[in-house]
């Protein structure tokens, strides 16, 4: 496996009149966010399923998540349609399974796991199709847990996978249609790392530690070579961590500093590292998702640890929730988790005393 170190490079790209040049040009692909939203319940199938958790959406509007039946002893992975119809991927009502839809392409391919809370302890990663139905992964030798994080419109999926004495540090891996699991392995010297996004260029980004135990910020090229974005990407926080990638190469996370301190943030090679903006009175911020036109959602936080969501535009201001959606709309402790193209978002919150799947629609 090749190895780049790239840190260097990267902390003097973000002083450079190409960096400047590439801010500009990004700048002008911003487009807004809308300043208003309306907010949709996405129902589950059965009446007992008291909890609804939304994870993905794409550009068609397909939204993936998945429930919790009454009893807390089973669920299922759930499909919506564009108009709010849900359709089950996997349904597993038992006392030990608890299947899940995490995330899916343009093409309405999902992927997902299922867990067992009931020995032997695990979580089996599935791809499903309309044509083909769902199929189990093979896994890495050892695995017996390998949760996706994210799949591409080349039906490649990452994620982190860990197990028994042979796998006993989690790593990242990439599933490839050919029915393949590769261990994307972890920088020199290294014992953990993590796959968290992967963009429709093959692109993977995530963490892995150094020699040291360091976590760092990495990106897997398309030939499986492993690159060292470093832990802060060249910026003066004390550290970063990936959470997203879209098809521009533009990374979110979070960069933290002294606790509650952080900062949500978007990366590129070519304009470097920035700050997303926090909202009034908060002290830190974590972005956990990014669209196509550079838009992100996540969530901050004050002093005392009050969290609220939130989104960014493209020119990194930001909206709280409360401030974009309907007055007296009655959902409380939103969280968001996807976001598409079209603005839309996804997330769960509380309506009418329990925890519900929702879509945001921007109003034009």
């Given at each position: 496996m090749r190895y780049f170190n790239t840190a260097l490079v990267l902390s003097i790209t973000l002083t450079t009149g190409a960096s400047m040049m590439a801010q500009r040009a990004e700048?002008?692909?911003?487009?807004?966010?809308?300043?208003?939203?309306?907010?949709t319940e996405l129902a589950p199938i059965r009446a007992d399923d008291i909890k609804t958790y939304a994870y993905a959406i794409n550009s068609g509007n397909e939204v993936v998540g998945a429930t919790q039946d009454s009893s807390f002893n089973g669920g299922s992975a759930l499909l919506w349609d564009a108009q709010g119809t849900a359709q089950y991927i996997l349904d597993e009502p038992d006392s030990c399974s608890f299947p899940f839809a995490s995330a899916l392409n343009d093409n309405g391919q999902v992927t997902g796991g299922v867990a067992l809370s009931c020995q032997p302890y695990s979580t089996s990663p599935y791809l499903w199709d309309r044509k083909l139905g769902v199929k189990f992964f093979k896994q890495l030798p050892g695995a017996n847990a390998a949760p996706p994080s994210a799949i591409n419109a080349s039906l490649r999926v990452v994620g982190q996978a860990w197990g028994d004495f042979n796998l006993p540090n989690p790593h990242a891996y990439l599933w490839t249609p050919q029915g393949q699991s590769l261990d994307l392995g972890t920088l020199p010297g290294g014992r953990t790392s993590n796959a968290v996004g992967i963009n429709d260029r093959g692109h993977t980004v995530g963490t892995s530690d150094d020699s040291l135990g360091v976590m760092h910020n990495v990106l897997w090229t398309t030939q499986g070579a492993i690159q060292d974005l470093g832990t802060n990407f060249g910026s003066s926080h004390a550290s970063c961590t990936t959470h997203a990638v879209n098809n521009r190469g533009q990374i979110a996370g979070i960069c933290s500093d002294t606790s509650p301190q952080a900062a949500a943030f978007v990366?590129?090679?070519?304009?470097?590292?920035?700050?997303l903006s926090l909202p009034a009175g908060d002290a830190g911020a974590t972005?956990?998702?990014?669209n196509n036109l550079g838009q992100a959602i996540g969530k901050a936080w004050d002093s005392s640890f009050?969290?609220?969501?939130v989104l960014w535009d493209s020119d990194g201001s930001v909206q709280r929730v409360n401030d974009v959606l309907?007055?007296?709309?009655?959902w409380t402790e939103?969280?968001?988790?996807g976001l598409n193209v079209s603005g839309q978002i996804v997330g769960y919150g509380t309506y009418g005393g329990a925890t519900r799947a929702f879509v945001m629609v921007p109003v034009k």
């Open positions: 700048a002008r692909n911003q487009q807004s966010l809308a300043h208003q939203y309306t907010i990366w590129s090679a070519s304009a470097g590292l920035r700050d972005a956990v998702a990014i009050n969290v609220t969501a309907p007055p007296n709309s009655g939103i969280t968001f988790t």
